[in-house]
């Protein structure tokens, strides 16, 4: 980096606290220190993993570590559910009280390696002995424990971030905790907020009278986390940080609107100078078809023969008849903005044509009873999996013909881009990261894309898939597309490297 030199400006975000005067930083590149990245999340693989959230922080940090001028860190809550696999590897650097409201809780510290990223895991059972991440009548008081933690070990760890990386509202209290408290002490003053919306459908609101008992925040600050009556701690998140993000571009303009941002489109316009959207990546060593154990053959872009053993083996597992039919498959939860009303209105006509349909995927009982019973009406030529299973998925992945994800808003979506990388041809909508990841192939793209929300239109493109895949050479070349797209971390972790760079100069 050839400029080192930060602003000089004195700047701070409240008004009762002593300005800011930044640090003399050295102009000496070999003595100048690693930058500190200090990552906040309520999951990440192969820790601990129920969506997409956990995939970014398992990959992104260790694609960040790659850099030796990077010190990048994790913490995580200790949950139950964590494999003793993994806990026997942790070690116990000890334990600290943590002040949450009017009382001290119990904070245990445990550390392990993984790739070049040093993980934390702060402990207390109370918290986190619990089946799952998630779903407590107390997670606002959960994870303001975790948040508050997170603060408090910096001093027992020795560790400073320059950067505070949050994502989504479940550590949305670190960046506003360090904005109200904590920037008021001298070794706290130069870490910057940055914090990552992966979702923006779940805010974390509370009701207002417990921003000081339960939160331990001054109600001097209830104008930052206040919004349509509640607390709302993505909304504090967006307030106190330097810089906050989404996973993709587009994603960041929707967010823009009230069609996709769950009421908080008029703090997101206001803040939105401050707002970028990266595309996440995936980690190509996990997703690797030419590597993967859980396939039933190995193959790679170069060599595609051995998916038809995928798909056969598939069909026999399945439960399907041994045939060449183009197999559209979905892996999914099953909820609605995941365009399930879509698929709903032309199941029939899909099924109709010579095709198998698989799907795979836990969720909202009506929509797990409609595929049960679609499945069962369409017995040898739908398969339907109401289940959560990593093996299947790869299984899938690697031995369908054509991915469908028809989202009605997708973030980012991680699912079309493993899919591609098992060369198995994806189908979405345009919106939010699937537009920003699949090109039309009409337009030398990488599958086959429709705008608008309307069952006809994917159907419309979906039998274009089908056409295409009856010309064998035109399908193999598409397959080798979908399969060489580059969705690795490289390309995204060096955007991120831009943003906290931009991060730590806004002080
Ligand atoms: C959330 C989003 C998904 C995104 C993932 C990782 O699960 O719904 O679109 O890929 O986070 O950022």
Request: proline residues 4%.
């Amino acid at each position: 980096m050839a400029e080192t030199k930060r602003a000089k400006k004195t700047v701070t975000l409240f008004d009762d606290l002593e300005p800011v005067v930044n640090k003399p930083e050295s102009k000496d590149p070999a003595i100048t220190p690693k930058r500190k990245i200090l990552f906040v999340a309520s999951e990440a693989r192969p820790f601990i993993a129920t969506g997409g959230l956990a995939d970014v922080i398992g990959s992104l940090p260790q694609a960040l570590a790659k850099d030796p001028t990077y010190d990048v860190r994790v913490v995580l809550p200790m949950y139950s559910d964590i494999k003793p696999d993994f806990r026997r590897k942790m070690s116990f650097l000890g334990n600290i009280y943590v002040p949450l409201g009017w009382r001290n809780q119990y904070c245990g510290v445990f550390t392990c390696e993984r790739e070049g990223v040093t993980f934390y895991f702060v402990d207390n059972e109370y918290y986190f002995k619990r089946s799952g991440c998630y779903g407590y009548y107390d997670d606002g008081e959960r994870f303001a424990f975790f948040s508050r933690s997170v603060m408090e070990i910096l001093p027992f760890i020795g560790y400073y971030p320059d950067i505070l990386h949050c994502h989504d509202w479940q550590s949305a209290l670190a960046a506003i905790y360090l904005k109200t408290i904590y920037c008021k002490r001298p070794e706290y003053q130069f870490i910057r907020a940055l914090f990552t919306i992966h979702n923006i459908e779940y805010q974390g609101k509370y009701s207002l009278d417990i921003l000081e008992d339960l939160f331990g925040i001054s109600t001097n600050y209830q104008y930052l986390l206040e919004y349509d009556g509640c607390i709302n701690l993505m909304k504090g998140a967006i307030e106190c940080c330097e810089r906050f993000s989404t996973v993709s571009p587009t994603y960041a303009k929707e967010i823009q609107t009230a069609q996709y941002a769950h009421g908080l489109q008029d703090i997101i316009c206001k803040n939105a100078f401050k707002l970028t959207g990266i595309l996440n990546g995936i980690d190509v060593d996990m997703y690797n078809p030419a590597t993967d154990e859980a396939l039933f053959a190995k193959y790679d872009a170069e060599h595609l023969e051995n998916k038809k053993i995928c798909k056969t083996e598939l069909q026999k597992m399945l439960g399907l008849p041994v045939k060449n039919v183009p197999i559209i498959a979905m892996i999914s939860r099953l909820v609605s903005h995941k365009g399930l009303e879509l698929v709903k209105s032309v199941a029939e006509d899909i099924l109709h044509e010579d095709v198998q349909f698989v799907l795979l995927g836990t969720g909202d009982k009506a929509y797990e009873e409609y595929f049960r019973d679609l499945g069962v009406r369409y017995e040898g030529k739908a398969s339907v999996n109401i289940a959560f299973n990593g093996d299947l998925s790869k299984k899938i992945y690697s031995g369908s013909d054509i991915f469908l994800m028809p989202s009605v808003s997708e973030p980012c979506g991680l699912s079309q881009m493993i899919a591609s990388r098992y060369a198995t041809v994806p189908v979405v909508r345009e919106t939010g990261g699937l537009y920003d990841s699949i090109k039309p192939y009409g337009d030398n793209g990488n599958g086959f894309t429709f705008a608008s929300c309307n069952a006809y239109d994917m159907l419309y493109v979906i039998h274009e898939a089908l056409d295409t895949y009856k010309k064998s050479e035109e399908w193999k070349a598409l397959m080798k597309k979908a399969a060489t797209t580059d969705f690795s971390w490289l390309r995204s972790a060096e955007d991120y490297k831009k943003l906290y760079e931009e991060t730590y100069r806004t002080l």
